[in-house]
Structure formats: C-alpha cells, structure tokens
C-alpha cells in the first residue's frame, strides 16, 4: 500500500525531479567542506572484542565446520582416487611402454633388480675398491650402451628391435651382476674359512 503511494507520488511529480539539477562545482564544494580524515595511531586503536554468540549460534557454527571438513576430506579422496585411476603406473619404463606395454613393465623389472645388486656389490667398495671398480666398470659399459639405445628409440623406425635389444642389454647386465655376486660371496667365503684356521 504505501508502495503504490509513494510510486504515485513520483508520477505525478516527475517534471518537477527531472528538472532539478544540482550546480556545477557541487562536488567539489562538498568534498572543501569535509573534515580532513584522521587515522588512529597504533596506541589509539582499540581491541574489537568478537562475541561468540549464543549456544545455538556456535552450534550452528560447528555443524558448518563439521561439513566443511568432511566436504574437504570428500574432495581429496575423489581426487586421490581420480589420480590412481588416470596416472599411468610408475612400474614401467615410460619410454619403452610407448611400444610395448609389457616390456616396459619387464624392462622396469630388470632396471630395478640391476640397482638392487648393484647396492649389494657396492659393499665391497671398502674391503676390496680395486675389485669393485672393476666390477663397475663392466656394468658401466653396459648401462652406457643401453642409455644410448634409450635415447635412439624414439627417433628410429624399428621400435621393436631396438626394445628387444634393450631388454637383452638388461638381462646382461644382471647375468653379470648375478655372478660377480657369485664371486664376492666366494671370496667372503674362502675369507671366513681362512679366518676359521688362523
């Protein structure tokens, strides 16, 4: 009701709004007349004390943490799965499976092994580094050659070939690894009973 009034009222006097217009250089007036603003020092300002409401306001409250939280702990888990389920595993060579899936998982495999005897074969860098820098150098070349084959794979045309040369690149390098094992599990050995006799 006193919507319609005041509508009407507008209405019927809208010449007499319109043709009011404010004189030139009002702002600039308005804005010489303001105080100039003054800003509290540091010791002025004062302490706002925040209440914290009535108990059903912080109930309101906790529940609305509540859900927030769990809508948190909802959207990493979305996400943790979403990545398990899009990323590609890690237990491939990612170069390798471009071309066949399953020599890159058995390539990982093997890359995998040859680092760990290669850990075990570096015990012996202390008791015996002359042995053990030939042992290395060996694997070396091999690791060199098969870097090498690595990087030509993706620009040479017989993709196959050049992964299945890899993959007996590897299994070299742990037939070889597999009996320098051999030979320092010997050396400890004969060591052991030497020891024994003294």
């Known amino acids: 009701m006193k919507k319609d009034r005041i509508e009407r009222f507008i209405r019927d006097n809208r010449e007499e709004f319109d043709a009011f217009e404010p004189p030139l250089g009002m702002w600039a ?15 002025e300002k004062e302490t ?18 509540w ?8 959207l990493l888990g979305v996400g943790f799965f979403a990545g398990q389920y899009f990323v590609k595993p890690k237990n491939t060579d990612p170069i390798i499976a471009k071309v066949s899936p399953e020599e890159g998982k058995t390539a990982f495999r093997y890359a995998s092994l040859i ?3 290669r850990e075990e074969i570096r015990t012996i860098e202390q008791t015996d580094p002359t042995l053990y820098r030939e042992f290395a150098s060996e694997i070396e070349r091999l690791d060199s050659d098969y870097q090498n084959l690595r ?15 890899m993959i007996q690149n590897l ?15 010997k050396i400890q050995q004969s060591k052991q009973s030497h020891e024994k006799t003294i």
């Open 29 to 43: 007036e308005i804005e010489r007349r303001l105080p100039e603003p003054v800003f509290p020092s540091d010791e």
């Open 48 to 65: 706002k004390i925040i209440p914290l409401g009535t108990g059903a306001d912080r109930k309101k409250r906790f529940f609305l943490d």
């Open 67 to 74: 859900r927030m939280a769990a809508g948190v702990v909802l």
């Open 115 to 117: 680092e760990s005897k």
């Open 151 to 165: 990087s030509e794979l993706p620009q040479t045309p017989n993709q196959e070939e050049l992964v299945d040369a």
């Open 171 to 185: 299994q070299m390098q742990l037939d070889i690894l597999n009996r320098q094992l051999q030979i320092i599990n």
